[in-house]
């Protein structure tokens, strides 16, 4: 009996698990602050898990936030931004690949940062214009949130 009353508990407490939405939209062209909102991502997902609820995390990436995604950022950085951006490619790999966070990278930042679509992480969904892509989210729900 202890056990239907246990698995009813987890059900019902799933059922009422809140689903938390948000777009974080990534412009910014501050290497240590791109690392920082990359790890406050990761640190926000496990805030919102340990409370029992889901999160449901998309990030958009323009401008000169798109070359932590080129698997040859070094080429693309300038010497003093590699580490950071080194690190920050690594939060962003454990953020999509373990976490299920979606990233997007816009086609035209990318050719504006001599970046060609092969040399993207193949996680990396490439958008025609990420603006379009967080415009979608924000209409279907999803909470706006900027790195600039």
């Not at 926000?44 to 990030?59: C, Q, S």
């Not at 070359?67 to 580490?83: I, N, R």
């Not at 214009?129 to 209409?139: A, E, K, L, M, R």
Request: hydrophobic letters at 40%; one cysteine or more.
């Amino acid at each position: 009996m202890r056990k239907y009353l246990l698995l009813g508990a987890l059900t019902l407490a799933a059922l009422h698990a809140e689903t938390y939405k948000a777009v974080f939209d990534c412009s910014s062209d501050n290497a240590s602050y791109i690392k920082s909102r990359m790890w406050l991502i990761g640190k926000t997902i496990d805030m919102i898990e340990k409370k029992g609820d889901k999160a449901d995390f998309v990030l958009t990436l323009h401008g000169k936030c798109v070359p932590m995604v080129s698997k040859l950022y070094d080429e693309v950085v300038d010497d003093e931004d590699e580490a950071d951006i080194k690190q920050a490619q690594s939060y962003l790999k454990t953020l999509a690949q373990k976490r299920g966070v979606k990233v997007i990278a816009c086609a035209m930042s990318l050719e504006f940062n001599d970046i060609a679509p092969k040399e993207v992480l193949p996680f990396v969904k490439i958008s025609p214009n990420s603006f379009i892509d967080t415009i979608h989210y924000q209409n279907s729900g999803y909470a706006l949130m900027t790195f600039k």
